[in-house]
């Protein structure tokens, strides 16, 4: 892969519907199930309801949305990077903006069938603290945590 020119920024609304189109194409490449919810609908959740209690930055190359984070300090309540632009460095860096600006310490969840982001998670430093299905697809997930003084003493 060629070198990117990417840039991280703080979300806008003037990206909404680039940064929906992405989020759900790279959750479909990634547990295999479609968005239950309306277009519509999720990008009002994404400019009403997680802008509102969540810092959330996109991965742009060039003019075009390729992956989003949303934390805050003690959560990552999303982390989607573009399956074409995966392996690329983005989601480590979308990963380290969270982890310094947390707490120093952050949980996050990932469904099951989603091997590629446990392998991810997991090669930075997050370990497994439960196992449930409390989200809207039903499916199995995963808990995860990262702790800063874990990592410090590896």
Do not use: C
Not at 22 to 32: Q, T
Not at 71 to 77: D, F, K, L, R, V
Not at 103 to 128: D, P
């Amino acid at each position: 892969m060629k070198s990117l020119n990417v840039n991280i920024i703080t979300y806008s609304s003037d990206f909404a519907e680039q940064t929906v189109k992405m989020w759900r194409d790279s959750k479909l490449e990634a547990i295999g199930v479609k968005e239950s919810h309306s277009f519509e609908s999720h990008v009002y959740f994404l400019n009403s309801i997680l802008t509102k209690e969540f810092v959330v930055e996109l991965a742009m190359v060039d003019e075009n949305v390729v992956g989003l984070i949303a934390y805050n300090q003690t959560e990552i309540n999303q982390l989607y990077v573009h399956h074409d632009y995966q392996k690329s460095g983005m989601g480590y860096a979308l990963l380290q903006r969270a982890k310094d600006h947390s707490s120093g310490k952050l949980t996050l969840y990932t469904f099951e069938v989603n091997k590629k982001a446990q392998r991810f998670y997991e090669k930075n430093g997050f370990k497994i603290i439960g196992r449930g299905h409390e989200n809207e697809e039903n499916l199995p997930d995963i808990q995860y945590e990262w702790r800063a003084n874990m990592e410090q003493s590896l």
